[in-house]
């Protein structure tokens, strides 16, 4: 069985042309599918338009968040709930073609891929918006081991296994393959048809890149030293009270010397140093004691949903 997630905010123009496209994409594979739309808290008349597709398809399923939490929120809810073998993920603008899915499905069942990522390798979109993703795709290549052409696609597939595993949060989505991989989980990536936007406007600009960076930030420390916070707090510590203890050495011998160190600013800067790189480094050895001392989370499940549900449809 195949699960479809599409999380969606104020699409109301293209869902109609989008479902129709997908069913009959999903209709060509022969195989048993179902459709989960996930409508993050959309101020539109996209919930009412999922909602009639629900009541007229037994195999689509929809829910609502009430207010906006974001991408990572949605898909996170939707692989939770999704029952197919093989889980997919695909934007209701209709750039990423629903057509492309079988490709991406051929990777994941011959090969063995768990996580199979599209390339837009002919991307469509304005010069501004290819350039926020080629640096974007530059600097994630350049920090991290998986060497990748596209991150940020949204046409993905992936095992039930895979997709299960991921929790994610504010804009972790962009970085979903990385997450996959060091989960342990094979990824690659298939070129895609990309078409030009032909409904509303793009969600992603120059704003959105110094959102990224943050996250960029989170997942390089994830990534390399969240079991091991004191490696990086340590360092840091390290260098910081190193340098305090230079320069208060430094003034410690020039006050042997007969000068007068009191009302220098470098004695409070050289203090300040050390005190830091002393907290810096206490910060990694408490982060480190709550790793050891703390349990694995659990699945996520309706009991520990930060966010209600407005409407549910689940036809069987």
């Not at 069985?1 to 999903?26: N, Q, R």
């Not at 696609?153 to 299960?164: E, I, M, P, Q, Y």
Request: hydrophobic share 45%; charged share 25%.
């Amino acid at each position: 069985m195949i699960s479809v997630i599409v999380p969606i905010y104020d699409e109301e123009e293209s869902l109609h042309p989008f479902y129709e496209e997908l069913a009959t994409a999903l209709g060509e594979l022969k195989e048993k599918y179902e459709v989960l739309f996930i409508d993050d808290g959309s101020t539109d008349n996209s919930l009412e338009i999922l909602k009639s597709f629900a009541n007229n398809h037994r195999n689509v399923r929809v829910f609502s968040f009430r207010r906006n939490l974001g991408k990572s929120e949605a898909l996170t809810y939707g692989f939770a709930h999704a029952k197919g073998d093989y889980i997919v993920t695909l934007d209701a603008d209709l750039q990423d073609q629903p057509s492309e899915i079988h490709k991406l499905l051929e990777k994941a069942q011959k090969d063995g891929i768990e996580v199979v990522c599209g390339w837009r390798n002919k991307r469509q979109d304005a010069s501004k918006m290819k350039a926020i993703s080629k640096l974007f795709n530059f600097l994630v290549v350049w920090l991290f081991e998986l060497r990748l052409h596209d991150y940020n696609c949204g046409l993905k597939v992936f095992t039930k296994d895979a997709a299960k595993s991921l929790r994610l949060y504010g804009g972790l989505h962009r970085f979903i393959p990385l997450i996959a991989y060091e989960h342990g989980f094979t990824v690659d990536e298939v070129p895609v048809r990309h078409e030009p936007r032909r409904f509303g406007k793009s969600k992603y600009g120059f704003s959105k890149l110094w959102k990224d960076l943050p996250d960029m930030f989170t997942m390089l420390f994830l990534v390399k030293y969240s079991k091991r916070p004191l490696h990086f707090f340590g360092i840091v510590g390290g260098v910081l009270a190193f340098l305090g203890i230079l320069i208060l050495s430094y003034l410690t011998v020039l006050r042997f010397m007969g000068e007068r160190i009191g009302t220098r600013p470098l004695l409070f800067f050289g203090m300040l140093l050390v005190l830091a790189g002393f907290q810096v480094f206490f910060t990694g050895f408490l982060a480190d004691l709550m790793i050891n001392i703390s349990h694995a989370p659990g699945l996520l499940d309706e009991q520990n949903l930060h966010f209600p549900l407005k409407y549910t449809s689940d036809k069987n």
